[in-house]
């Protein structure tokens, strides 16, 4: 059962080129399948979260990142009666526009592209689903609905540079799209701490006053005093998750009910996101964050590899701007329709970390 402010697949806003409807399956779950059968999708597994794929096979990846987003995007979605289907599709695209390397990647190449816009990975996701994957024989693109494409261009960073065909459908986006925002902070928060204790570049010892792990590590230690260390993290980092993805959950239900909101049309010209944390949670997920950015994302060995990414990146650009005859013809192709340097642009975007670096030593490494 939908509740009357989720997204009803009959009520959709339909596709860019109109398709006949399938047999038996809704249109977001076709639109799920798409994505999940998109090479820019396949190419999440090497494409990096905070840690290289070469640093070690623990830690996660963009695609085992969008994977923790989906689950617990489908769980809440389920539990406040909303759209199962589109949320799982919205969580499973929401990180198919970022780069090789990151936000060091995507940095680099806003920093290249400034005179012909930027490059901001929501909108490049955007690109993808509606031009750069070529599939289909009656459309470019993905041809996915207008509810998943709008998330797209009402998540966070995109609303700059939201195209005009979503200005008139409200401010907000819907309530499966504003689960998804708030599930991917709560998913890579809680795995970047797992994967910085795993990976030797965070000590338990430093999280001890951080009210989001004191309390259930200091919990879990005394239900499980003679676990492993590995058992306590593992315990710890769930009920981490339960925490906030339970706060969540009971805050939203409450400001959707306050809100009084009877459509999806209705959330979307609502003043504020309705899918919101409580106080008391905020303020721990806030200073998670802080500590995270201080002693993790600012690591010496993290801040190496971002700096050797930006030097890939540029260089990559760089090259194949002034010699596009580099590039395979198919990516050629583009040039004339989307210019010399957005089409370079597109091309890196879409290459794994993996591809990157060895396209990178093949044209540089020997000076």
């Known amino acids: 059962m939908i509740a009357s402010y989720g997204c009803d697949p009959g009520q959709s806003r339909g596709r860019r080129f109109p398709e006949p409807p399938h047999a038996y399956r809704n249109p977001f779950q076709r639109d799920r399948d798409r994505i999940i059968h998109a090479a820019a999708f396949r190419r999440l597994e090497f494409k990096t979260q905070v840690f290289g794929y070469h640093e070690s096979d623990y830690v996660r990846n963009r695609l085992t990142h969008t994977l923790e987003v989906s689950q ?15 949320a799982e599709a919205i969580a499973l695209s929401h990180d198919i526009g970022h780069p090789p390397f990151g936000h060091a990647g995507e940095h680099a190449l806003d920093e290249v592209a400034q005179h012909i816009g930027g490059f901001n990975h929501n909108i490049q996701g955007l690109r993808i689903v509606d031009e750069l994957e070529q599939r289909y024989g009656d459309f470019p693109g993905l041809n996915l609905t207008f509810e ?16 005009d065909e979503f200005m008139g459908s409200g401010t907000q986006a819907s309530l499966e799209a504003q689960i998804v925002d708030m599930v991917d902070e709560l998913a890579y928060t809680s795995h970047d701490i797992d994967d910085g204790l795993a990976h030797g570049r965070l000590q338990v010892s430093d999280l001890d006053e951080l009210d989001l792990w004191a309390r259930p590590f200091h919990e879990v230690r005394n239900r499980y005093p003679d676990a492993t260390l590995e058992v306590w993290r593992h315990e710890t980092i769930r009920r981490v998750i339960n925490r906030l993805a339970t706060d969540l959950f009971e805050n939203s239900r409450q400001r959707i009910r306050d809100s009084g909101v009877d459509s999806v049309d209705a959330v979307r010209n609502h003043t504020e996101p309705l899918i919101a944390y409580g106080e008391s949670a905020m303020r721990a997920l806030v200073e998670m964050k802080r500590f995270l950015l201080e002693h993790l994302y600012r690591d010496y060995r993290v801040v190496q590899m971002n700096q050797k990414a930006r030097r890939i990146v540029t260089e990559l650009y760089t090259t194949f701007r002034d010699v596009p005859q580099q590039m395979p013809p198919g990516v050629r192709n583009r040039c004339d329709q989307d210019g010399i340097e957005r089409t370079v642009v597109d091309y890196i975007a879409a290459m794994t970390d993996k591809a990157a670096l060895e396209l990178w030593a093949r044209l540089f490494a020997n000076g």
């Open 148 to 163: 998943v494409r709008e998330a797209f261009a009402k998540h966070g960073s995109g609303r700059n540079a939201m195209p």
């Open 72 to 86: 617990i995007a489908r769980s809440l979605a389920r539990s406040l009666g909303l759209n199962e289907d589109l």
